[in-house]
């Protein structure tokens, strides 16, 4: 049996209705193909071979459009019954395990990686990094990636600017879903906050951090955006990367290293360069707290960056980007005194570049010199501690 995606497609398009408006919100139109089609090809790529659309609005053009898609069925609520509601009409025809995936986003995940992770949990949520949580809300992990809480948008605690909002793409065993059926069935109820809310109180949510090209077409912005994002992003083959740390990584760790003056650590010359010959993303990844707590400017934080940068173009290597973060919790500096997921070992950077880049996370590798800041926080993501001493890592 093949991966099903059960596809939410009833959405009216309210915001976008100006702009579309004879077609469902799913349908609008990106360079001349409706959106689902390129929903439908990045799902083709991943090796789904059955499709459940849950249709309402306008429901006749989704199934006038795919209905020659092999293995797709639709499944038209009469009237309104929620995300939730959706799903469970849908029931009977949902495998033992599946995919459910907003028919008004876009994030290019590998579905491998959900689908490994959460092959002994109830529910899991795709989630991705966000510096703009304001506008989503966000959901709180804890250390084995069950979700503890979510937080409406708007209301953020003080000490936080950035966190893992919905990404609009959850891995759902059917078996979950029974007591909901029996209670529920064709009644309105939400999936996000009537049914996450008690999987979440039974410590039956889990939450996976991934990184790639996102967008929700639901806002006008986001569509004229999406126009040249997807189609060229659709385009591009995945590459692994290799993230290394900077300070006792790429040079000598003396305390808060920052300029011009700094000491290449020549022994991960040879391992940077044996990942660029594979054709590996190059990506630094750093903690620069040194800004938050007032020890260097922004100036010399990227005087340093451009040294090494020249130091390892001379060497034939280049990096194809660098990613640091600037705040920290303790810091005296107002703005940057902060938490934040992207200070290692939590895994903002790195999900940061993968909207950049489209990067084959599970064969990717990260490495640095401190176990308690370069073991990435992210289940399928290799890392590896190195020393000063070390020649080589194969």
Not at 197 to 224: Q, R, S, T, V
Request: glycine content about 8%; proline content about 4%; hydrophobic content about 35%.
């Amino acid at each position: 049996m093949g991966k099903q995606a059960v596809i939410l497609s009833g959405g009216f398009g309210t915001r976008l209705s100006h702009v579309v408006s004879d077609v469902p919100k799913p349908m609008a139109p990106i360079k001349d193909r409706p959106f689902l089609e390129y929903i439908i090809q990045q799902l083709k790529n991943q090796g789904f071979n059955d499709y459940v659309f849950l249709t309402g609005y306008k429901s006749e053009v989704i199934e006038n459009y795919f209905k020659d898609l092999p293995n797709a069925k639709f499944i038209k609520e009469e009237t309104a019954l929620g995300t939730g509601g959706a799903i469970l009409n849908a029931y009977e025809f949902l495998n033992n395990e599946f995919y459910v995936i907003n028919g008004d986003t876009f994030f290019d995940i590998d579905f491998s990686l959900l689908q490994n992770f959460g092959q002994d949990k109830p529910c899991t949520l795709a989630l991705r990094y966000s510096n703009n949580i304001a506008r989503y809300g966000f959901a709180e992990i804890n250390d084995n990636f069950g979700i503890s809480s979510f937080t409406e948008k708007g209301k953020l605690p003080n000490n936080r600017i950035d966190g893992y909002i919905n990404g609009g793409i959850y891995y759902i065993k059917k078996s979950v879903l029974k007591r909901f059926f029996d209670k529920f069935s064709g009644q309105f109820i939400s999936l996000e906050t009537e049914i996450f809310p008690e999987l979440l109180n039974n410590k039956e949510l889990f939450g996976l951090p991934i990184g790639g090209c996102f967008i929700d077409i639901g806002i006008p912005d986001n569509y004229y955006k999406a126009q040249d994002l997807i189609p060229n992003w659709l385009k591009k083959e995945a590459k692994s990367a290799l993230f290394v740390d900077k300070d006792g990584t790429l040079i000598v760790n003396t305390e808060y290293p920052h300029g011009k003056n700094f000491e290449i650590i020549e022994s991960t010359i040879d391992i940077v360069k044996k990942y660029s010959e594979k054709n590996y993303y190059i990506i630094m990844v750093t903690n620069q707290a040194g800004i938050a707590k007032d020890k260097f400017n922004f100036i010399s934080m990227q005087e340093g960056f451009e040294g090494i940068k020249s130091f390892y173009s001379k060497q034939g290597i280049e990096f194809d980007d660098i990613e640091f973060c600037p705040y920290h919790k303790d810091g005296i500096i107002k703005e940057y005194s902060y938490d934040s997921l992207l200070r290692k070992p939590n895994p903002g950077m790195i999900l940061q570049a993968c909207e950049k880049f489209k990067i084959d996370l599970k064969n990717s590798i990260m490495i640095g010199d401190n176990p308690l800041i370069d073991n990435i926080k992210l289940p399928y993501l290799n890392s590896l501690i190195i020393s000063e001493k070390v020649k080589d890592i194969t």
